[in-house]
Nanobody, 123 residues
Framework: QVQLVESGGDSVQAGGSLKLSCGASGYTFGWHCVAWFRQAPGKEREGVAA????????QYADSVKGRFTISQDFTQNTVYLQMNSLKPEDTAMYYCAADLGRCYSWSREFRSWGQGTQVTVAS
């Protein structure tokens, strides 16, 4: 397992945009499922977006489809989450997770996690 590092969280107004980054020093996301999860106070953690780096297969939660985009920068071994048209209900701590294999389920095992980055969207 690897300690992932997220960055890019901030406070924005509704309708704004943020770009989150996820990476690990000296680690390559080859043939990994890399996913973004979020957890708001008092709510369960939910999967937001995931990418299988082997084939670039991507999936999104219905709540963010059309607004969020997950992508991979191969040169910097970084996975990004571009978040547009942000809504107050997007407010949460956002976590990056990664593990070998396909992204077959939000509930699959992820052995590597980050500490989280806070996203706050004001109405």
């Amino acid at each position: 397992q690897v300690q992932l590092v997220e960055s890019g969280g901030d406070s924005v107004q509704a309708g704004g945009s943020l770009k989150l980054s996820c990476g690990a020093s000296g680690y390559t996301f080859g043939w990994h499922c890399v996913a973004w999860f979020r957890q708001a106070p008092g709510k369960e953690r939910e999967g937001v977006a995931a990418i299988y780096t082997g084939t670039q297969e991507i999936q999104y939660a219905d709540s963010v489809k059309g607004r969020f985009t997950i992508s991979q920068d191969f040169t910097q071994n970084t996975v990004y989450l571009q978040m547009n048209s942000l809504k107050p209900e997007d407010t949460a701590m956002y976590y990056c997770a990664a593990d070998l294999g396909r992204c077959y389920s939000w509930s699959r095992e992820f052995r590597s996690w980050g500490q989280g980055t806070q996203v706050t969207v004001a109405s």
